[in-house]
């Protein structure tokens, strides 16, 4: 004898199985409708709505930097040289004779510090060439950043002149740079770990 059995919830599972494909397909349809508004839309057009209110003075346009408005003179942030990780060994060692290698002691190894530094400053933005100019002195700015810090004496290292550091770095930027100058550095991280 056959016997059929109604199960009450198999008829919701395939409600609710439909809902789940709808909105399955609602969230892919706005894909593709965001999506192609994003190539129609033209490049240079401001966003569509903010979250939150206006953003404190940041332009999220730019990757990498910030833009400060100063009347009708914006400047922007390059923080391009991000952070830098420098290994502070003191005084520079003479190098070694032809043919030996230079090794460390545990003792000299232990003496050395870490310096943590990120290091910004502003420009104008509407400077196209000089722009181009940081652009291609990034190698030289991380360099430089890191030679000063990696060469520091330890007693100016445990009571580092943060105010010195930035006009020594900044001097050295400046010296580098034939289009413009820059006026101000910051560290927005400062370390030091001995």
């Known amino acids: 004898m056959k016997r059929e059995i109604d199960v009450p919830g198999v008829k919701l599972i395939v409600v609710y199985h439909r809902i789940i494909v709808v909105i399955m397909l609602l969230l892919v349809a706005m894909l593709i409708a965001g999506s192609l508004y994003a190539f129609i839309r033209s490049r240079d057009s401001g966003p569509l709505f903010r979250i939150g209110g206006k953003a404190a003075g940041l332009n999220p346009s730019r990757a990498g930097q910030g833009s ?24 520079v060692a003479a190098p070694p004779a032809a043919g030996k290698t230079a090794t460390k002691t545990a003792a000299e190894i232990a003496s050395e510090a870490v310096i943590i530094v990120s290091i910004s400053f502003p420009y104008k933005a509407d400077d196209r060439a000089f722009t181009e100019e940081l652009a291609t002195h990034l190698v ?36 580098l740079l034939r289009l413009g100058r820059i006026e101000t550095l910051y560290f927005s991280d400062l370390m030091i770990m001995e």
Do not use: M, W
Request: charged fraction near 25%.
């Open 140 to 175: 030289d700015f991380r360099s430089v950043a890191t030679n000063y810090f990696a060469n520091l004496p330890r007693d100016k290292l445990s009571n580092l002149d943060e105010e010195q550091a930035k006009a020594d770095i900044l001097k050295q930027y400046n010296s």
């Open 68 to 91: 400060l408005k100063d009347g009708d003179n914006p400047y922007n942030v390059f923080s391009g040289i991000g952070t830098l990780r420098v290994q502070n060994v003191g005084k």
